[in-house]
């Protein structure tokens, strides 16, 4: 079994920063990607960025420029860096991960973080 812990999320003014973090724990052979996920109150859950174990990245639109998905492949572990926040990225957001049983992806997801920007 494989555990996703986030933490960082929290309450900040527009135009403030976030950096979130997410370690997996658990029998891990081999971690396929991590990646950020975000669910605002009745919207459905979107990809933010996510990072492969080669280190290739791929963004929302909405979040290109202002947030930068970082990996550490040694400690299993995802950052979420997020700059110029606005109101529109608030959400809980979730770490997703992907790990390889004899070379199949299993998913699982960590619990989420409230991200609220607000003045």
């Known amino acids: 079994q494989v555990q996703l812990v986030e933490s960082g999320g929290g309450l900040v003014q527009p135009g403030g920063s976030l950096r979130l973090s997410c370690a997996a724990s658990g029998t891990i052979f081999s971690l396929n990607s991590m990646g950020w996920y975000r669910q605002a109150p009745g919207k459905e859950r979107e990809l933010v960025a996510r990072?492969?174990?080669?280190?290739?990245?791929n963004y929302a639109d909405s979040v290109k420029g202002r947030f930068t998905i970082s990996g550490d492949n040694a400690k299993n572990t995802v950052h979420l860096q997020m700059n110029s926040l606005k109101p529109e990225d608030t959400a809980v957001y979730y770490c997703?991960?992907?790990?390889?049983?004899?070379?199949?992806?299993?998913?699982?997801w960590g619990q989420g973080t409230q991200v609220t920007i607000s003045s």
């Open positions: 990072i492969t174990s080669g280190g290739m990245t």
């Open positions: 997703r991960a992907f790990v390889l049983r004899s070379g199949v992806p299993i998913q699982y």
